[in-house]
């Protein structure tokens, strides 16, 4: 053999020996099927809305209309030269009164504010129409509609015969068209609806009310919704909120709940009074109370968690609520529920006895003593109305849970605690403050159970009612903040941490569905998923119920697996919080899994990319086959995997 040869076949031996290599994972995990948690509660994926910013009003509830009870005045400040007063709207000092979204169509002081007869609320607006030809009313604008989408409405009206037609316009831009025309009113209000396709599409739409008749005319109070709407709920909203499958969501607030008086949210919508927010800017309608929020709860197929006020609120307020919700129809308040077209108990079960009493700014906050009486007797007040109600007590780690814990234990099934994380400059650590977050809470009860005589046979689990990200620019209303990659990722680490203290936590609640602080984002005329909703959706649809105790954890590495009651199927979920792949190597043990399944993967190379409603995703829940090679997974950078395999019977 030359030289030339044996060169050739060291060549190939070379090629060869490399080939057979097995390259280094960059991290193992055994994994023991015997080692399994406490079940994991579907209730961690709950969620929470409150009257707060957009989510509800703005955003779930298809009202299109804003103040259309008309709380503020809408009296211009002064018009020196007693022309036409909409010149001026924006200009300068040239304002109206607070914060009214209405400006008056033609002369000023043709229009005035009835506060002697409103319909509802303090105010109706009456419009004095000259006589001469020119337009008198008032116009709103920004609405969002699209192009030749039916919209239907309804405006309360009183008024002079001599003022028809009363003209429904609406106008974008330069170009302006009637809508709709009302041909009936009379000296006392009365409701007249309206219908009509969308002229114009875009999301700076007016919306006009004005006569060119003579005489007064009176408008109480008006709405405009999309003609699909469910009940009320925007349409596009409900669906994906039905996408994400929740089965709990906790309402109506929050430290909304705080100042709230549940009367205002029932009987006739048009005629509930419009309150300023007692614990947010802007005015809250009323235009959601019990019954509507118990019809959503009825689209989404999900289970209702009622917290009521125990700041400003009293016993018997709350026992009243309770009893109107849950009492038969012999009962005073079951009664009047049926008066209100609900013959039937609703039947709540999750009831949470009031909201962050342990801050300063909280409504009716009061010392850490007195609170503990109050709650005690608010627990006694709703268990005489309904035995079974599961009562969800105020938490916070530190002094207020453990006295809480220590004094109260047998006035409450499940203890609320929350957490909230800003933006930290390292993506790793932003990324895994929530799971820390988390555990911090999970080791304070821990120590409780140590510490409290009698806790640990007497176990009071914890609803984390409260969850989230919270930081950035408020770019979808109040609290609208936008969520990232980065986000996701630290909100499917999270959920990583519930799963491993499965016996502590029964419930979680994100904060909040839409648009505040929410999983879900709007424009008055398209909605989204923003990054966070995806880990939820994603595990709450197919990550197993058994969590597995594994050996260990790693640096950049989050992994969670799970097993089906019936032991027949199995998800690993791993998140990447490096910028690199990462090969991760599983040992079953003598487990045999099929090494076909199904893969799921959320993933961007940049941690700050974000989505945006009304345009194509930049992440997304991607689903494929896989099959496994020497049970090894890669998990791309800034990446969530998860993997639903079979385990084989023998």
Excluded at 100 to 123: C, F, K, L, Q, T
Aim: hydrophobic share 40%.
């Amino acid at each position: 053999m030359n030289t030339n040869r044996l060169l050739f076949f060291v060549i190939l031996l070379s090629i060869g020996l490399s080939s057979c290599k097995t390259s280094v994972p960059d991290a193992s995990v055994e994994v023991d099927l015997t080692l399994a948690g406490n079940p994991i509660e579907p209730y961690i994926y709950g969620q929470f809305i409150e009257h707060l910013g957009k989510c509800i009003n703005g955003g779930i509830w298809a009202e299109m209309v804003e103040d259309r009870k008309f709380y503020y005045p809408i009296t211009p400040v002064f018009d020196p030269f007693g022309t036409d007063s909409s010149t001026f709207w924006g200009a300068g000092p040239y304002q109206f009164v607070d914060a009214s979204p209405w400006e008056i169509i033609g002369r000023a002081g043709h229009v005035g504010m009835d506060s002697i007869r409103p319909y509802v609320g303090r105010y109706a607006v009456e419009i004095n129409v000259p006589g001469d030809g020119s337009k008198a009313g008032v116009q709103q604008h920004g609405l969002g509609t699209i192009l030749d989408k039916r919209y239907t409405g309804r405006i309360v009206l009183s008024g002079d015969g001599s003022v028809l037609p009363i003209k429904i316009g609406m106008a974008s831009g330069q170009i302006s068209t009637i809508v709709a025309e009302i041909n009936v009113i009379t000296p006392e209000f009365q409701s007249v609806p309206f219908e009509f396709d969308a002229p114009f599409g875009g999301e700076s739409v007016s919306l006009s009310i004005y006569s060119e008749g003579k005489g007064t005319f009176q408008i109480g109070t008006l709405s405009l919704m999309p003609a699909d709407h469910m009940n009320g709920w925007r349409k596009d909203v409900v669906d994906l909120m039905k996408q994400l499958n929740s089965p709990v969501y906790r309402w109506p607030g929050g430290n909304f709940v705080s100042g709230y008086n549940w009367r205002d949210g029932v009987g006739e919508r048009d005629k509930r009074p419009p309150r300023k927010n007692p614990a947010w800017t802007g005015v809250e309608p009323n235009d959601v109370g019990i019954h509507e929020y118990m019809e959503l709860m009825e689209l989404l197929n999900a289970e209702a968690f009622i917290a009521v006020n125990t700041g400003l609120g009293t016993v018997a307020e709350v026992a009243e609520e309770v009893e109107y919700i849950n009492g038969s129809t012999d009962t005073e308040w079951g009664e009047v529920r049926a008066q209100n077209g609900h013959p039937e108990p609703y039947g709540v079960k999750w009831w949470a006895v009031g909201n962050e009493m342990f801050g300063s700014w909280q409504l009716g906050h009061m010392p850490l003593s007195e609170y503990v009486k109050k709650h005690d007797l608010m627990a006694d007040a709703i268990w005489k109305i309904d035995p079974d109600a599961k009562l969800i007590g105020v938490g916070a780690i530190g002094e207020w849970s453990k006295t809480m814990l220590q004094e109260s234990a047998d006035k409450m099934n499940l203890i609320s605690e929350h957490i909230y994380c800003r933006e930290l400059d390292s993506i790793p650590e932003h990324i895994a403050q929530i799971a820390n977050s988390i555990k911090a809470v999970a080791d304070a009860h821990r120590q409780y159970m140590s510490d409290i005589p009698g806790l640990a046979a007497h176990h009071i689990p914890i609803a984390m009612d409260e969850w989230n990200y919270w930081y950035g620019d408020y770019i979808f209303g109040e609290l609208g903040v936008r969520y990232h990659q980065k986000d996701a990722l630290g909100i499917a680490k999270g959920l990583h941490e519930y799963f491993r203290n499965s016996d502590l936590f029964f419930m979680a609640n994100y904060a909040q569905t839409v648009n505040v602080i929410g999983c879900i984002k709007t424009t008055t005329t398209s909605s989204g998923f923003a990054s966070t909703a995806l880990p939820l959706i994603l595990y709450r649809n197919h990550f197993e119920s058994i969590p597995l105790q594994l050996d260990r954890q790693f640096e950049d590495l989050d992994v969670s697996v799970a097993i089906s009651p019936g032991k027949d199927k199995i998800t690993i979920a791993v998140v990447n919080s490096d910028p690199g792949s990462k090969e991760v190597a599983f040992d079953f043990g003598n487990v045999e899994l099929s090494k076909s399944g199904t893969l799921w993967t959320i993933q961007n190379n940049d941690p700050e990319a974000y989505n945006e409603p009304g345009k194509p995703p930049a992440i997304e829940i991607v689903e494929s086959g896989v099959t496994l090679k020497q049970n090894r997974i890669t998990v791309p950078g800034y990446g969530i995997v998860m993997v639903a395999l079979d385990i084989i019977q023998n």
